[in-house]
């Protein structure tokens, strides 16, 4: 952490580090097979496969027990009801756990996104060094924090709170706004969609804030200056210089706060309230595809069909991580600071 | 404008000699990292070690030493915890592991075979039990209250009977006034407010038995019942038993299904619990006959119910009686209906706590130390005022632990 946020940022071609004390030019000395370079080599490229040999098992396992011709289309209705007494009329319709993780992700997503951009540029531009590290480290400390930390602080100290104050007051001053119309039999408890969204904010905060402040960090030290010279204000550099250079951070920013956001389970399963709907305002109870599978998942060993309705679900949860990750390091590497990556 | 200049011109010499000692310091905190991780581990094994020798006491022979692996109900799990090292102190050579995983995972285990116990809430079907070779060994009693939180009528125990309660979480029911519940409580001024209808969102034997208690209590039962089913939409699901406490304490006018073993916890939060109608009670209240308490007496009188109502008889039930009306009805694994109740006041959710074993053992000298294990659980396990009494669990009746006794001779041990 410390050596990342201290490194000063490089010139346009960065080193590598890792390459760049690559040893004797090659060509002229035969490679010896024992020296420790050889023997290094041997022992961790075959180890390197174990992380591909568990993803591939982890698909294959899942695909073998997928048995998606048993829901067909329905599977994306939005009738979900597992019924152990009489399987005939059992329907595993899973609308409703796609538009909660959708919600949920989405705004916490944009919420993180204002937030940590905000907080990346007081980091890197406005705040003197001192105080910017020790901010820094303590932004990245937020990420290591277990999750179900985060459930416990939001079910047992925020949920009351939401409750009883923050959603009856929502309620009543922006009740002409869509989504904060509602009922007090809707806040009661305060579990819902706005807190798993306050929890998932502050979750994805910390990811997004260090691939935005890094970005910041990587521009050219000459850019900023002959900005500065020519006679530009502080914040026209900002605005015309550096905020489009962090611009190109953004995209792999939302796919991984994304990505993190859609996956998360045990903190959501805490405070979102479980309710199987349609919500019809923010502070409705509902559910994610993640607490879906993790709420249920001890009955389905009793229940095949239920079984196989999870192994769907799960199947789509890792595609939609897949992708989002994929394309999200893609960018990230297409950009210009893949050698600041590693704090994120 | 001074931040931005400290760390944007560092002399190259400085990033090189920077980059050494960084580098360096990397090396060191990997060697530090497996230093810990060495640590850790040694502690971790010595503690361990540590640990069995003062459980053990004269635990050398570890040749002879035997592990029971136990897992499933995370209601059971607690006093499993308790079971297992106090009968390991008297029988040093055998060490009994606990899982907290839930009724679903200690039945699928037992069925495979990877544990020698598991632990659930629900009964295991006899024929899927046969199927199995396995058998349900109850060992021990627990109940389900009915709480609310009604501001100011928490002190007053509700009259309700399985109708009204299957008709709320059925969505028939919705406001506290509404007729039904009033008729069942004449004088109470109950409040024109919403009815909030909470459960389990976790795979649970407490929604199992809460399931079948509307399932048998209400015609109009759409759902089934099961560890899992599908709620009203309006009705938020909380994470085990403590997550039902904490989440009523934070909903005014709501009502949740909670197991006995957390009565204390809930009554520490000011919550009510009702007066469960017994199944004479029908559903329009005109005949309220009994509301029953879950007092201890009102409980255990039901574990012998299967027993001296079934034929042949069977724990192999769930002692639930529903309030359909004008039918008593017990839900039986074993398939009979409508035994007599010669039991006065029954409390309507009683359960019992199973586990389950192999009549197959693949290594009958193991499976000794298994029901030598269980017997003592039936017998010292099981006294009173005990270990159970730290879950808030009741002792078996002696026709039950007879019936257990009985049921473990079928297993083939060998010494």
Known sequence: MEDQGTRPALGEEPPVVGSGNAPAPPGRVPPNPFSRRSILRALTSPVGWIPGIFLASIVVVLMLSSH????GLGFFGPVWNPNPTDPSVATYGILYFVIGSALTAGFALVLAMLLSLAIAISLVVFLPSPASRILTSLTDLLAGIPSVVYGIWGYVILAPYFSKQLDPALSHYLGWLPGFAASPTEYAGGTGLLLAIFILTIMVVPLTTALLRESLRAIPREQVESGLALGATRWEVLRRVQLPWARRSIPSAVLLGFGRAVGETVAVFMVIGNEVKLPTSLFSGSSTMA?????QFDSAFEYPDLLHALVEVALLLLAISLVVNLLGLRYFGSGRMAHVGAGA | MNAIDDRKTPPPIDELTRRGTSKRGSGVSVAAAVALAVVLLLVGFGGGYALEKSYGGSTTSSASSVAITETGSTLIAPVMSLWGPNYTALHPNVAVSVGFT???TGISSAESGTVDIGGTDAYLTPAT???YNLINVPVAISAQLVFYNLPGLNQVHLNLNGTVVAMIYGGAITTWNNPLIQAANPGVKLPDQTIIPLHRSDGSGD??????FCYLSWKGWPNGYGTTVKWLASSPGYNGNGGMVSGLQNTQYGIAYIGISYETEALGYGLGYAALGDNLANANGTNPANYILPSATNISQDANLGLLNLDPPSVAVSLILGGVPGATNLQLGAGGTNPS???????PI????YL???THPANPSHQRYVVEFIQWILSYGNEPGKQLSAVSFLPLTPTVVGYDMEALQQVPVSS
């Open chain 2, 102 to 104: 839930g009724s679903g």
């Open chain 1, 291 to 295: 607490t879906l599978l993790v709420g």
């Open chain 1, 68 to 71: 998606f011709q048993n829901f």
């Open chain 2, 341 to 347: 109740v010669a039991d006065p006041t029954p409390y």
């Open chain 2, 356 to 358: 389950l074993i192999s």
């Open chain 2, 350 to 353: 009683v359960n019992l706590e």
């Open chain 2, 129 to 131: 039990a046969a199927q």
């Open chain 2, 207 to 212: 929604t199992f038995m809460f399931s079948s």
